[in-house]
């Protein structure tokens, strides 16, 4: 039997790996780079359009479970994350091609996997006996996703995405930024900081407040009272400055653990820049998403110190992200409630984030093989964050459904683990968090061994 797949991202190719590497054949559909995305810039596998960091890798943080979770459970993505890992302090940022390019070499090696340049613009017969997986992403296609909708009854739902500009190192003037990660993580120095002073910074307000903005071509599908409506993981940093002239200060632009050597103290602000490639040419501007014009975004970009002559190889930009409504549509398994043998993984699913559409899809792709096995379907315990990032996007009583990363607020194990230890002591909340990591963990390997004992 073969599966077949629609779309090539993160979710779509962990899915066909997990279904390749237990003997079962796959046809992977890529419109791309046929007919491209306004975000996407190549044809390659399992693209990053935003970031190149898929997030922090301690374990006391729900990105860093997750990852430690898809790892034990022989992620592709992972694997691929680890192979082209950049220098990025306490995160796992990669080097975009080698990324890419090693996802789609490990898949080609497989001759039971067919890939297919070819754009679907309705959904093919589905039985659980010729199954398909929707992967498509945020950015489906206007073909696709009508026939989504058709199929759904529903309208769809939507939200704007924003990226963040790269620079070229060449352009910084070293001489004004310094070197470093906070509290020292990692190699210490991972990142290039861009120090302000307090009037810098409150200048650089007042500039993104008063800076010309892009007006996305499909504002004009949202009513004139909805506005814009962007992803809060993903303000763009002008939106987000209207929020309070120092909202910045506790999000993207804090000081917090770092001290600039050439005065022995904390900045009063710090823009942070992180390797974007392997050979270390290209940075990107950490938490800059925008919707200013290009010309906005030079100007107001290149009146911070060491940005004077600042190059962009990519400006910051806006997108739509379409995602359908799953608690309603999908069962625990991200199988679609009205027609057995059709899932969805990914974006598309409401899961927000790399590292999230990986489990999205690795879940997806097991629960796929496993049909075909004539076996049940793996369990995932909401004890760990697949389990509930899975629950988050299929519980049927949720209203109101928004995209979602993974954070502890999902997991019950951690809101109703005890605050005092067995000593009497109060249990800090890294403590907590480690406890419910490792206890995750402990869930995820039992899940590791059923699998690897089929």
Request: net charge neutral; aromatic share 8%; proline share 6%.
């Amino acid at each position: 039997m073969t599966v077949r797949i629609i779309g090539a991202g993160l979710a779509g190719c962990e899915a066909a790996w997990q279904l390749l590497r237990v003997g079962i054949s796959v046809d992977l559909f890529e419109m791309r780079p046929d007919q491209m995305t306004p975000a996407h810039k190549t044809g390659s596998f399992a693209e990053l359009v935003c970031s190149n960091s898929l997030g922090s890798a301690d374990l006391a943080n729900a990105t860093g479970l997750l990852k430690a979770e898809l790892k034990s459970l022989n992620s592709l993505v992972i694997a691929a994350a680890e192979h082209a890992s950049l220098p990025a302090g306490g995160a796992l940022a990669v080097d975009h091609s080698h990324f890419s390019g090693f996802i789609e070499e490990q898949l080609r090696a497989y001759s039971t996997l067919r890939v297919i340049r070819q754009e679907i613009k309705a959904i093919p017969e589905v039985s659980p006996h010729h199954p398909l997986l929707i992967a498509s992403g945020p950015l489906t296609s206007e073909a696709l996703a009508t026939e989504i909708k058709k199929l759904s009854g529903e309208d769809g739902l939507s939200f704007f995405d924003a990226i963040s500009p790269i620079l070229t190192l060449e352009s910084i003037d070293q001489s004004q930024v310094f070197r470093g990660s906070r509290y020292g993580k990692g190699g210490g120095a991972d990142y290039i900081n861009v120090p302000m002073d307090k009037e810098c910074y409150y200048r650089f307000v007042e500039l993104l407040l008063g800076a010309e903005k892009f007006v996305h071509h499909l504002q004009d599908e949202l009513s004139p009272k909805e506005g814009l409506k962007p992803f809060e993981g993903c303000m763009p940093i002008e939106d987000m400055a209207e929020r309070g002239i120092d909202s910045l200060l506790y999000g993207p632009l804090k000081p917090t653990g770092l001290i600039n050597p050439s005065s022995g103290k904390r900045p009063f602000a710090v823009l942070q820049l992180r390797q974007d490639d392997q050979a270390g040419g290209l940075w990107n501007m950490v938490g800059m998403q925008t919707r200013m014009k290009r010309p906005e975004q030079e100007r107001i970009f290149r009146s911070l110190p060491g940005l004077e002559r600042a190059e962009f190889a990519r400006f910051g930009s806006v997108h739509r992200n379409t995602f359908i409504n799953s608690p309603k549509l999908l069962d625990p398994h991200q199988q679609f409630k009205s027609k057995p043998g059709l899932f969805f993984a990914g974006q598309i699913t409401g899961v927000e984030g790399y590292v999230e559409s990986c489990a999205s899809g690795l879940a997806a792709g097991i629960q796929l093989a496993r049909l075909i096995q004539g076996q049940a379907p793996i369990v995932f315990p909401v004890q760990t964050a697949i389990g509930a990032l899975l629950s988050y996007i299929t519980d049927p009583v949720r209203e109101d459904f928004q995209p979602m990363n993974i954070n502890f607020g999902l997991m019950p194990s951690y809101l109703t683990r005890p605050v005092y230890g067995p000593n009497g002591k109060r249990l800090s909340k890294r403590e907590r968090r480690l406890q419910t990591s490792h206890e995750a963990l402990d869930e995820i390997r039992l899940i590791s061994g059923q699998l690897e004992s089929f």
